[in-house]
């Protein structure tokens, strides 16, 4: 058994950029990061391809490629099931992954782990605490309700899973202990109802004037009683916590709400209220008790779903920063306290807002990006700031823990690159014979069930009648659907003359890649850098497109502005300081470092299949230079010619 007085916390900052952090730290925005660069190590790092979330992740928490943990997509393909069933919701789960996570392999040697908003769930070791699970990131896995605004005017539609609640306001009816106001009271009622269905619960808006000269405070009650509010806001003003029922699935739970008046016109016209997002107060762990114990010491556990609203301009930026700063320091108390409670050598947790950030604003700021526009790109540029200064944050409260004994890594699993095109693929698959379409009312779309490929993501499975139930393609034409689908992609020009496809390549040419296996496509591609997602596209011609990605490209697709690159960084005792790893002389770190890196640090072996290395060259004692050579001027190694006896002369070469 290997005992560790040592402990490691992981920050994962999902798309976190190299290019955009060096950036912000030369502009003086991100002074922790820069703190964190002056005591320790930093390189960009590789992505595996495709540099999605689940297949990243998994890498970085087991040192094995998506050949060996079997998560080469977003899911899986399995033979026996139709190629179209790819179990995307366990994902990030430990259900699909083959290969031993760091935690597993810690808990082997006697060493315990805190897990906060990260994959590998459900725990497959008693080793382990996992608090919240990162399930998708535009879902939470515990959630009971959606954060929402409440409005009175019309809002921007935005995503279901982001609610906007209109609202209108009528003369106060049939409420008790209510005083003679001017101007008159008005009521409406805020409805809170559980993603999943269910019973929710409903309150009682009131607007009501102060002074007399119109509407300035809100009250919050759950009945018409006005001498029993739950609270009283002006604009600006934050609740306190309210804990409330729910019936979900049968089950019955206590969630936590609380609500932020954001705009309240003196004519009562316009209305905005802010309500967070609904956690429950227990069982959003395992063990299950960990949860609400950390609920009664910390207060409330909310997640980053605030910033899907701040993206879409549902709330100001001060709410934004007021609610990812309750986070930031929720998760930075409870860190520590689990850390100590459990005497655990290993933290890991992710942290989502600058991916879905990204996906929003980089093409806005990016001249390569296709929405790029020069006049609105300061007001996007100043939303990526600030998620960035948000990460900042983070970063600077886990230095607090630095000390003779602890280390600090920040790793993202990739970046993202803006978008600028988009090519329609199903005519061309179409027309070759490889996919058959269906066309309801004038929407073309492709039947890929009796199709002879299916594509997801960066990965195309041959649908073979062997393999797959429902399968259409016989196993001797094979060969033929492969060359004929490679030859496809490899040949294929926009009408700039532009290849679509920078990477193409048969599953067992993908090996060079850490792809191999079963679960594997049985062809792997990768989009060129300014192209995005098509293969579900039926116009033509070509068209521009905005927004930002990192599944289809490749993962060393960079721009002036940013990179599909991920980042590494660390910091403790015997890394060395104010060290920037050569890339160009000893290539980026590889995700699949992270964990035999950690396992070494804490000293026990890396987990089972990890086929990462240590990275040696971040600490004391491992110099860079003493791994090449002097270089020579060759002229002078050649001497004079020499008679060996017994032998001709010839040229000798010390």
């Known amino acids: 058994m290997w005992v560790s007085a040592k402990r490691v916390f992981v920050l994962g900052l999902d798309a976190l950029s190299p290019k955009l952090l060096q950036r912000f730290v030369r502009e003086g925005f991100l002074p922790n990061f820069k703190r964190l660069m002056e005591i320790g190590g930093f390189s960009k790092a590789l992505p595996i391809l495709p540099a999605q979330t689940p297949e990243n992740w998994t890498s970085i928490a087991t040192g094995a490629y998506p050949g060996t943990h079997g998560i080469a997509v977003w899911g899986r393909h399995d033979e026996g099931q139709p190629v179209t069933q790819h179990f995307p919701d366990e994902a990030m789960s430990s259900n699909l992954c083959l290969a031993e996570y760091l935690w ?16 590998g769930y459900p725990r497959t070791t008693d080793g382990a605490v996992h608090v919240d699970w990162f399930f998708t990131p535009t879902a939470y896995y515990f959630e009971i ?30 409420w008790s202990n209510l005083p003679d106001l001017k101007p008159t009271p008005l009521e409406c009622r805020l409805i809170v109802e559980p993603n999943m269905g269910g019973v929710g619960a409903a309150y009682y808006a009131l607007i ?60 009562g016209e316009r209305f905005r209220l802010y ?16 949860s609400s114990d950390l609920v009664e010491r910390f207060g409330p556990y909310v997640n980053e779903a605030v910033g899907a609203l701040y993206l879409n301009g549902l709330v100001d930026e001060r709410t934004f920063v007021e609610e990812i700063t309750y986070q930031i320091d929720w998760v930075r108390r409870a860190a520590e306290y689990l850390m100590d409670r459990f005497d655990a050598s290993i933290y890991m947790m992710h942290w989502h807002f600058i991916d879905m950030l990204q996906h929003k604003c980089l093409s806005l700021i990016d001249p390569s990006g296709g929405d790029y526009d020069p006049a609105g790109s300061e007001d996007a540029m100043r939303m990526v700031r600030l998620g960035y200064q948000m990460a900042d944050r983070l970063v600077g ?35 070759e014979g490889l996919v058959e379409l269906r066309r309801e009312g004038g929407d073309i779309s492709a039947d890929w069930s009796k199709s002879k490929i299916f594509i997801d993501q960066t990965n195309i499975y041959v ?46 040419e993908a090996a060079m890649l850490g792809l191999w296996g079963n679960r594997v496509g049985d062809i792997i591609y990768a989009y060129s850098p300014t192209f995005t997602w098509s293969h579900s596209k039926y116009e033509n011609p070509a068209r521009i497109v905005g927004g930002a990605h990192h599944g289809p490209k490749p993962p060393t697709a960079e721009t002036s502005i940013s990179s599909n690159y991920a980042v590494f960084m660390i910091a403790g005792p015997g890394v060395k300081r104010g060290y920037v790893r050569p890339v160009n002389f000893l290539g980026p770190v590889f995700l699949v470092d992270i964990a035999p890196t950690i396992a070494h640090i804490l000293g026990f072996p890396p987990p089972r299949h990890s086929q990462g290395r240590v990275l040696y060259d971040f600490f004391d004692g491992w110099e860079v230079s003493e791994m090449r050579r002097e270089r020579r001027d060759l002229r002078q190694c050649y001497k004079q010619p020499v008679r060996i006896k017994g032998d001709v002369t010839e040229q000798i070469l010390k």
Request: aromatic content about 10%; proline content about 3%; some cysteine.
């Open 397 to 431: 409260r886990f230095m607090e823990l630095l000390d003779d004994r602890t280390y600090l890594i920040v790793v993202s699993d990739h970046g993202n690159v803006p978008n600028r095109k988009v090519y329609p693929l199903l005519k061309v698959l179409a027309d």
């Open 275 to 290: 309500r967070s997002q609904v956690y429950p107060i227990s069982g959003f762990s395992d063990p299950p008790e960990v």
């Open 104 to 119: 597993e392999a810690a808990a082997r040697h006697g060493l315990r782990s805190v897990l906060l908003y990260f994959i």
């Open 145 to 174: 309700c959606s954060a929402a605004c409440y409005s009175s005017f019309d809002e921007p539609t935005i995503r279901t899973s982001h609610r906007v609640y209109k609202v209108s306001f009528r003369e106060a009816d049939g």
């Open 463 to 508: 649908n073979l009648k062997g393999r797959y139930a429902c399968g259409v393609v016989d196993d001797s034409e094979y060969e033929e659907i492969r060359d004929r689908v490679i030859r496809v992609f490899r040949e294929l020009k926009d009408e700039d003359g532009e290849y679509v496809f920078s990477l193409v390549l048969r599953r067992e």
């Open 208 to 267: 009501i004037g102060s002074g007399g000269e119109g509407y300035d405070r809100c009250i919050i009650a759950r009945d018409k009683d006005f001498s029993k509010p739950l609270c009283t806001l002006s604009v600006g003003e934050w609740s306190r916590w309210i804990r409330q029922e729910f019936i979900v699935n049968d089950r019955r739970l206590t969630g936590t709400v609380r609500f932020k008046l954001l705009a309240l016109s003196v004519d």
